[in-house]
């Protein structure tokens, strides 16, 4: 059976009515040990900031395992709920507060390096942009992972990996022009 | 682990779409990069628990006092591609009041705010994947696309299924509506697959001296069929 799919309309500029939670940027609560604030801005083609896209992002915990029972290694009983919900603001900033998550087993072979799944709602957009976030303190596992090594340029590919700022990590989203994020087609 | 299909060609707008303005400076102008399936995007978040109060489908009764306009339910089951049910996954719907206006401090269309409506609801699906909300019917609005531009009358819906490559986002319109022409939000959409995005008027749905109801069926990308399957299907 295949029944055909509802397509894709933009969120809008006024979903903050409906979609925003408190807690929506806590993936993991404040004082959590070992928790990381990942963040940035989103900027579109004229450099100007996006202040009104949502970003969302999911992830395994830092054991490897998602919060779900298609999970083969079994689900995480961390209790980790490994999604992150953020409207940007004035100045198109997002952040959330996460743990970092463990490498991945490819099915098959391999491993993939720790990542974080995002993506981005805007008006504007009349469908969600796909992209990852990795991690910069993972040199060697992002050598080897998968997604990474098909991207031939490497400035390209150093767009998805995260860069150091302060006590956190910084995640900017060119969502077009010389420093476009790859975006991703799932 | 279970495996998706990929993206159906034909379903969804191009991200570059010259019709809606604000799609010009956000579109990406590279191609974009394919990512196998693997287990972040076979998984993905199963919220709700603990987040749907029991009323929050019902957006009539969050205020002191009924909201103006054309109570209407909504009805619907969220399905995969394959036509399995998505039981207990979370949808969420925001809206304009029945005068065309938005809770929101950037709607500045001068039609008035209803003091007894927000416009914001969330439901879980129950285990056939149906979802009910009670609303009042949104109307539509001017923007600033091109000069003399409105909006069908529209609901945003939000949802999740069971794993990342099924997120959606996307919005409701309302059977025979004469703005459909001349929306780029919706005629963006290619054309076979836009009538998917209209809810059709149900009398089986209505509640007599009340509110008429409307069915709208969703549909998530689809689990793979196994070879077998799609001989059957060819058949």
Known sequence: MRLPETPSQTIGPFFAVGLPWPDGPDVVPAGTPGAVLIGGQVIDGADDPVTDALVE?????????FAHPDDPS???????????RCATDAEG??????????????????VEAPHLNLSVFARGLLNRLVTRVYFPDEAGANAAD??????????????????ADGDGLRFDIHLQGTLETPFLAI | MPAYRPEDPGTHPPLDFPGYRSTRLRHP???????PHRLTEVTGPLLGEGRVAETDHDLTVQHAGEPLGERITVTGRVLAGDGRPVPGTLVEVWQANAG??????GDHHPA??????????????????RFRFVTVKPGAYPWKNHPNAWRPAHIHFSLFGRAFVQRLITQMYFPGDPLFAYDPILQSVPEAARERLVSRLDMDLTTPEWALGYRWDIVLRGRQATPLEDEDDDR
């Open chain 2, 112 to 129: 008035p705010l209803d003091p007894n409506f927000s416009g914001g609801g969330r439901c879980l699906t129950d285990a056939e994947g």
């Open chain 1, 74 to 84: 079994g689900p995480a009983t961390s209790g980790f709920r490994g999604f992150g």
């Open chain 2, 100 to 105: 065309g206006r938005y809770r929101h401090d």
């Open chain 1, 93 to 110: 900033r997002w952040a959330i507060r996460t743990l970092k998550p463990g490498p991945l087993p490819v099915p098959g072979g391999g």
């Open chain 1, 57 to 65: 992002t999911w992830q395994a915990d830092p054991d490897g395992r």
């Open chain 1, 146 to 163: 998968p997604l990474l090594a098909s991207i031939a340029d490497p400035a390209v590919r150093a767009r998805l990996v995260a860069v």
């Open chain 2, 29 to 35: 102008q590279q191609p974009l990069v394919p990512l």
